[in-house]
């Protein structure tokens, strides 16, 4: 392994443990899109990660030769120039499965099912070890597998575990020593070995198990069954990605559910009987997960509405969802004008305070002008609209749709 890679595991270790720098967690694995690599050759590790060429155990110099490729090229609409390919190999007659690791292999048994092999995590090396305190929600990896068996199902898991040499698939099933487990099987993607058909894999973390979370031990191979491959299978490895979430899954108004919540949606106007509520309401959201952070901002817009922004920020500090409910007021028919009142003009303006775009829901003309009255910007709004505030100087203008004026404060 390149002595850069073994100084950045040291530097992330002494992140992880010193005091001073807990906040410095990291949140996804280094080189997961494979765009570094140790060496020019074909046959060189991909940094940060280990093949059957660094494996230990009593047959390791037998089980040395290289299960995998350097690939120069780009899954379609990857933004990268690399990728891995693992492969199953026969040695001596017996088949083994392509295989890399963020950990080590261990090869210690003539047969492919024998328990003295297995890739584990080597906490005293920091080329097969990886520090990570983090709980990611799911995990997504782009895959294109060839299989000679249609039945054949090629394996990426990610094992969040505690403070020992974890061993996969040995020590899976025992709770104690792990915290979370990602796995996903994909059978073959593609029927001819030398055309790529790229998939997006998506699954989830299961944290069913009781240990801490130390180490993070990710796998890949070609066949989750021991020996079960043929020479002919690959699997092409691409941009593994950890997700954190930063969703709701509900939204409530002193204690009433919004109705028609959808954790997709972003945008709710609930109507209250009580003008009162605009400023004393109680906003109650519940994060999809219990490592998001909730914020609430409420503002009163005029007589007649507010609005509350709800900010979900996932654990990683950078996954962000804003959701923004309106409460309005009952908008009562004109008796001269208006006999729908559905028909009223309806305005709504957000965020506010604004830096550079505010966005208006309208139909019909808008202007945006200052305390003078002075008309600063004109535009005919069909549903939702960007204004351009940027050239506007710090200050409070009005926005005047339809006989209504509301305050807008622009940063």
């Known amino acids: 392994m390149k002595q850069q890679f073994i100084s950045t595991i040291l530097l992330l270790s002494a992140m992880l443990t010193s005091p001073a720098l807990q906040a410095q967690t990291i949140y996804q694995l280094p080189n997961a899109g494979f765009e570094q690599w140790d060496s020019d050759e074909l046959t060189a590790e991909p940094t940060g990660w280990n093949s059957f060429a660094t494996s230990d155990g009593p047959l390791a110099a037998l089980a040395s030769t290289p299960h995998h490729y350097h690939r120069h090229g780009s899954r379609p609409d990857g933004t990268g120039s690399h990728y891995l390919t693992i492969y199953t190999q026969s040695i001596i007659g017996i088949k083994a499965n392509g295989n890399m690791?963020?950990?080590?292999i261990h090869a210690g048994g003539l047969s492919p099912n024998s328990s003295d092999n297995y890739n584990y995590t080597e906490r005293s090396n920091a080329s097969h070890s990886l520090p990570f305190t983090a709980t990611p929600d799911s995990m997504y990896v782009w895959v294109s597998f060839y299989a000679y068996h249609t039945g054949s199902e090629?394996?990426?898991?990610?094992?969040?575990?505690?403070?020992?040499?974890f061993k996969a698939p040995n020590e899976v099933s025992d709770r104690s020593l792990y915290k979370g487990r990602a796995v996903v099987h994909t059978t073959r993607t593609t029927e001819y070995p030398d055309r790529m058909v790229w998939t997006l894999l998506k699954c989830p973390f299961n944290y069913n198990g009781t240990s801490t979370g130390n180490y993070m031990l990710v796998n890949m191979t070609t066949n989750n069954s021991p020996g079960a491959g043929e020479g002919d299978d690959s699997l092409s490895i691409d941009d593994i990605t950890f997700i954190y979430s930063s969703w709701l899954t509900d939204l409530a108004v002193n204690g009433t559910p919004i109705a028609d919540f959808d954790k997709g949606r972003l945008d709710y106007t609930l109507r209250v009987a009580d003008t009162s509520m605009l400023m004393t309401s109680?906003?109650?959201a519940t994060a999809e997960v219990a490592d998001a952070t909730v914020s609430t901002t409420r503002e009163r817009l005029n007589d007649t509405a507010a609005a509350a922004l709800i900010t979900v920020r996932a654990e990683d500090s950078v996954t962000v969802h804003q959701y923004r409910l309106l409460l309005t007021a009952p908008t009562l028919p004109d008796p001269v004008s208006i006999t729908d009142p559905d028909q009223a003009p309806r305005l709504q303006a957000y965020p506010n305070p604004v830096r550079n775009i505010l966005t208006?829901?309208?139909?019909?003309?808008?202007t945006i002008s200052d305390l003078a009255g002075r008309t600063l910007i004109s535009r005919e709004c069909h549903g939702a609209t960007q204004l351009d505030l940027s050239r506007l100087a710090t200050g409070t203008y009005l926005l005047r749709h339809a006989g209504t004026v509301q305050k807008i404060v622009k940063e």
Request: charged share 25%; glycine share 12%.
């Open 101 to 104: 690791t963020t950990g080590r």
């Open 154 to 165: 090629a394996q990426v898991e990610a094992i969040l575990h505690g403070d020992s040499d």
């Open 282 to 284: 109680q906003i109650e």
């Open 360 to 366: 208006v829901t309208a139909e019909g003309p808008v």
